[in-house]
């Protein structure tokens, strides 16, 4: 169980690193400084193409952290195996990062593949009560 939940811990902060990413570079920058007191315009205002991908990839992120987290506790609650749920995790985890890297590396069809992946891993988590 404990390492399910930091699993979970690890999903909800891909986020993070995309957000980092987005904003990578520019705290120090004479120009195009990064502006905490309006970060949403800042990033708007953004004209290179691997922040604003970074920033797209950052909310999408966070799009699917429900899904993940729903199925995982529907899975737990219903006593679905702990090692078919992590391993679930840990496959959702890497696509996850996966999609990261071809999001910001603007990599569509590979990235389009990895969601897709992540998805289907996501249904499979969910049902994973049913196994056995």
Not at 64 to 70: E, I, R, S, T, V
Request: charged share 15%; proline share 5%.
């Amino acid at each position: 169980m404990l390492l399910t939940a930091v699993l979970l811990l690890i999903a909800s902060q891909l986020p993070m690193v995309a957000s980092g990413i987005a904003k990578a570079g520019s705290f120090r920058a004479a120009e195009n400084r990064y502006d905490n007191h309006e970060p949403r315009l800042w990033l708007e205002r953004q004209t290179d193409p691997r922040r604003r991908r970074a920033n797209a990839a950052q909310a999408n992120s966070f799009e699917a952290l429900p899904f993940l987290f729903a199925a995982t506790l529907f899975a737990l609650i219903l006593h679905a195996p702990t090692g078919l749920i992590d391993g679930l995790l840990i496959a959702w985890l890497v696509l996850r990062a996966v999609y990261l890297w071809c999001y910001i590396t603007d990599r569509p069809t590979m990235r389009s593949l990895a969601w897709t992946l992540a998805l289907v891993v996501n249904m499979v988590l969910l049902f994973a009560p049913l196994h056995g």
